[in-house]
């Protein structure tokens, strides 16, 4: 069938021939297409008639409590862990052309049991070179949070791979500290950095009295380089 199209090509082809919309379905004749937009420029409103995006959502608030939600992405398969929605970010890669994902959202079950709704939240980013975009980020059903691991143990757990510095907590004014592997924690001490510097009454002699030992974390090799302590 062709609407404006004497030589369709496809089941149903509407064709655009002035600044009208192009489709509407409303819920009263006076609606004018509340329900489903199609603008005369392509983009598609739900729930509005003034789309601003290719495709624009719109509804009322729905609350954490109402389990309801303006737009649903949801997965068909029978219940399983690690199955749900996801929803995909990307673009083109190269000159020309070669749409490629980025990245993702998924909120997925936790767990296989029959009747149980826990879920987690995951981010994922792609790595050039990589056929697919990996877990970065995981939110549990309990709200832990992990970075660089699927099995966060508390509020926030941090794990990187390798050597080196895990995490960086700065500020505008540069001041700020890392924590690198083996416990090692460095805070920014530079003059330039700070302000009503006086001097104190204990000195090096104090300092001495210190006991410093080295050691190895009980989750090290014996033979591994020991962290002061």
Not at 6 to 31: F, G, I, N, Q
Not at 169 to 189: K, L, P, V
Request: charged share 15%; aromatic share 6%; with cysteine.
């Amino acid at each position: 069938v062709g609407i404006k199209d004497s030589s369709p090509d496809a089941a149903l082809e509407l064709v655009k021939t002035s600044t009208d919309p192009l489709l509407m379905l409303s819920s009263t004749a006076a609606a004018n297409g509340d329900y489903l937009f199609v603008g005369n420029d392509g983009k598609v409103g739900i729930g509005t008639t003034s789309p601003i995006s290719p495709l624009h959502i719109s509804g009322q608030n729905k609350t954490l409590a109402s389990d309801l939600y303006v737009l649903n992405v949801l997965s068909n398969d029978s219940q399983a862990a690690n199955y749900g929605g996801s929803i995909g970010l990307g673009g083109n890669y190269a000159t020309g052309g070669g749409p490629t994902g980025f990245g993702s959202i998924s909120g997925r079950k936790d767990n296989s049991d029959n009747g149980d709704y826990g879920g987690y939240l995951t981010l994922a980013t792609r790595a050039n070179g990589s056929a697919e975009p990996s877990e970065r980020i995981r939110i549990t059903s309990t709200g832990l949070v992990g970075i660089g691991t699927t099995a966060p143990a508390y509020a926030l757990d941090v794990k990187a791979s390798g050597t080196g510095i895990i995490a960086r907590f700065n500020s505008d004014n540069t001041a700020g500290c890392t924590i690198a592997d083996g416990g090692t924690i460095t805070c920014t001490s530079d003059i330039s950095l700070k302000k009503n510097v006086l001097g104190i009454s204990y000195g090096l002699s104090d300092v001495m009295k210190l006991n410093p030992v080295a050691f190895n974390w009980n989750f090290n090799g014996d033979n591994a380089t020991k962290s002061l302590g």
